[in-house]
């Protein structure tokens, strides 16, 4: 689990980097953003719904402290972009 969530924030990282790096108006940056990161929450849930958690300490884990880590910036997004 901990491979495919590394793999998965390392690729949204690289792409809002090089999206905040860009020349464009920060609207159209927010909305790429939101995008992507939308599109990395959905493949997160659709893996965490065929994942089987080995104990409920990685569960807690991941409800409390991984996938805050993935809602956070599309939320900041979210709400930049309704600004």
């Known amino acids: 689990m901990l491979e495919y969530i590394a793999k998965l924030?390392?690729?949204t990282?690289?792409?809002i980097e090089t999206i905040e790096s860009s020349d464009s108006n920060?609207?159209?940056k927010s909305l790429e953003a939101s995008h992507i990161l939308g599109d990395a929450f959905d493949r997160l849930k659709e893996f965490i719904l065929s994942y089987?958690?080995?104990s409920e300490?990685?569960?807690?884990n991941f409800f409390k402290e991984i996938k805050p880590r993935f809602c956070y910036r599309l939320i900041?997004?979210?709400k930049l972009y309704n600004i």
């Open 9 to 11: 924030r390392k690729e």
């Open 13 to 15: 990282d690289d792409a």
């Open 57 to 60: 300490d990685e569960e807690i």
């Open 52 to 54: 089987e958690f080995q």
């Open 76 to 78: 900041y997004y979210r």
């Open 26 to 28: 920060i609207l159209k």
